[in-house]
């Protein structure tokens, strides 16, 4: 009865959305932030045999009202981040999640209010968490990448760049399509500073694993990009080193 309610609920949605009102959206996204158990007399409390199938539904609607101007899309945005984070979600709503994120990063009122300092921290954390689903780190990179786009971002800081190199970029496993997505986050912050860190120059020469598997053209570019005195002879050694 529960998901057949639940469904009739979505189907209805699909005919009319005006039927997701507020006080649904709301109780929709607070099953889904807070644990169940807390809300016995709720609409939306269950066993948990089901869990993850109800969780589907209710992410599934909540994705046809998220453009909706008056809707409160920072508590949803914590709730789609919440899900990525944990473990135990289930691939089909870490998809939903992190499908709903990137959408919000090209907003850019919403991708300033959003996107802090501290929640870009945390998407680079995961995404060089190796068990988490190739597909999901890729949607991370180009949320990550479609925030940098926007004028108001100064771009990644040398630590955060230090641990996409050694961490994703540096990793055998890592796959190209995620590589490149890296190496574009990388880019966009040198072409916002026009300089590059001391450090991370370093690493690009000393790493050799990163001038294999065609990636010597990715750091030339990169370096292109940054406008000062080491550059010239930086580019020259990794051109050399490329060709071996």
Do not use: W
């Amino acid at each position: 009865l529960r998901m057949d309610a639940v469904n009739a609920l979505y189907n209805s949605a699909l005919r009319d959305i005006k039927i997701l009102s507020q006080k649904i959206v709301y109780k929709m996204n607070m099953y889904l932030y807070d644990n169940e158990d807390e809300y016995e007399d709720n609409v939306f409390a269950f066993d948990k045999n089901d869990t993850e199938r109800f969780k589907n539904v209710l992410f599934k609607m909540l994705t046809l009202v998220e453009t909706n101007a008056d809707l409160d899309y920072e508590s949803l945005f914590k709730t789609y981040l919440k899900h990525i984070k944990e473990p135990q979600t289930s691939l089909q709503n870490q998809k939903s999640a992190v499908n709903s994120l990137c959408n919000q990063s090209k907003d850019r009122l919403r991708c300033e209010k959003l996107f802090t300092a501290s929640v870009i921290n945390d998407l680079l954390n995961l995404l060089i968490i190796d068990d988490l689903y190739e597909n999901i780190r890729i949607y991370l990179a180009e949320t990550v990448n479609n925030n940098l786009e926007h004028d108001f971002n100064v771009g990644l800081s040398e630590e955060q760049i230090g641990n996409l190199i050694d961490n994703l970029i540096c990793k055998e496993n890592s796959s190209k399509e995620l590589v490149d997505a890296a190496f574009l986050i990388i880019l966009q912050t040198v072409e916002k500073t026009q300089c590059m860190a001391s450090a991370i120059r370093k690493k690009f020469l000393v790493e050799k694993k990163i001038l294999m598997d065609s990636y010597a053209n990715n750091v030339i570019l990169i370096l292109s990009r940054a406008n000062d005195t080491m550059l010239s002879l930086e580019k020259k050694e990794i051109e050399t080193l490329s060709q071996h």
